[in-house]
């Protein structure tokens, strides 16, 4: 018989078998981090959904989409911002308060507008340090960017620093010492302090220029005040004016595009300007408000009153927008008693007026019209 060949069965060595291990655990690795890509590909798509949603006006489906966002990734920064800003939109500030909070403890040293954003839903003291640490993480960030050193991780936020964001920063600090924090011991100084700051910051901030007019008006520095908020006004406003001439008729125009200053900002500005006597632009200050919304009584009233102040020559026109004011405060259900009473006092003051004066406006809480009969059936 011949010889059988016989294979021989070798054992794995130890290098072998370390060399087994390796290569599982790579591939294991590979195919963890290849899910965990996957995974946050997800998020991001979920979320870009999300935001786009919010800007069409769909709250409620954006909400699902936030959550399911969460539900991939709880401790998401993005995730929780989106869901912050999105429950902002649906008047839950309770909520929002909690997922900004959340933001803050999974990432508290990068991402300045988590910050900005509690700061405006605390008060006093509590505002004031969000956003301190709010523009602590802007000057960082704005220092590394200048110095090339950004790293990947170094900031939350999408976009830039720039000066007018810390400028507006200090703003928002000042103006809780003007408001929250005015009767504090230091309230003065501290509020003039973050003024300047935001001047320093951006000498050209149409808000920090008004801000600073405000606080001197609080100091009855009357000048003064005029000086800044027509300089403030002029960085703005002519602008705005041109664009809406430009733009007349067009249905695309968008006047928060053009002129980034709030409209509430604007319409405190209207406001400062009656207070330094400057009637004439706070009227067209609040024109522009009526051209992006005609339905705030407040604005038809500041245009009654700067007319009313103006004397006898301009009572026809005050009379107009005041009952304007009126037409619109009970259209739309306002609740602020105060404006309603002092316009009633007003109307009182300037009387019926000539037809014309109150042209256009219809009277509120009128009953049934009843109409007279012809000359020819009375007499019937």
């Not at 803050?104 to 900005?116: A, L």
């Amino acid at each position: 018989m011949g010889k059988k060949n016989i294979k021989k069965r070798h054992s794995n060595s130890l290098a072998d078998q370390q060399k087994g291990r390796k290569t599982t655990q790579l591939a294991t690795s590979n195919g963890n981090h290849k899910q965990k890509e996957a995974a946050n590909y997800s998020v991001d798509k979920l979320l870009d959904k999300a935001e786009q949603l919010i800007d069409e006006f769909n709250y409620e489906l954006a909400q699902k989409f936030c959550q399911r966002a969460l539900e991939h990734e709880p401790d998401s920064v993005r995730a929780l911002e989106t869901s912050a800003s999105l429950l902002l939109e649906l008047g839950n500030t309770e909520s929002a308060k909690h997922c900004l909070g959340r933001a803050v403890e999974v990432c508290p040293d990068s991402g300045f507008s988590k910050y900005m954003t509690l700061g405006q839903l605390m008060e006093g003291a509590s505002a004031v340090q969000c956003y301190q640490k709010g523009i602590e993480l802007m000057l960082k960030e704005k220092q590394e960017k200048e110095a090339q050193e950004v790293a990947a991780a170094a900031s939350c936020d999408d976009r830039p620093v720039t000066d007018r964001d810390i400028s507006n920063a200090y703003c928002s600090i000042a103006e809780i010492y003007l408001t929250d924090c005015c009767f504090d011991e230091a309230a003065e100084e501290k509020c003039k302090e973050f003024v300047e700051k935001a001047l320093a910051a951006d000498g050209d901030n149409p808000e920090a220029l008004q801000l600073k007019a405000s606080f001197l008006l609080s100091k009855q520095e009357i000048e003064e005040a005029k000086e800044l908020i027509k300089k403030s006004v002029s960085l703005w406003l002519p602008k705005l004016q041109a664009s809406d001439t430009d733009t007349a008729g067009d249905a695309e125009f968008d006047a928060v595009e053009i002129c980034p200053v709030p409209y509430s900002t604007r319409m405190q500005c209207a406001k400062i300007l009656i207070e330094v006597e400057e009637y004439e632009l706070s009227t067209d200050v609040s024109e522009t408000l009526l051209d992006e919304n005609d339905e705030v009584p407040d604005v038809w009233y500041l245009i009654g009153w700067a007319n009313y102040l103006q004397g006898q020559d301009y009572y026809g026109n005050a009379r107009h927008y005041l009952h304007k004011a009126k037409e619109v405060y009970v259209k739309v259900k306002y609740q602020d008693l105060a404006l309603l009473g002092h316009i009633d006092e007003l109307l009182k003051e300037l009387g019926p007026g000539r037809e014309e004066d109150t042209e256009g406006v219809k009277e509120p809480d009128v009953g049934l019209e009843i109409e007279s009969s012809d000359d020819e059936e009375m007499d019937q």
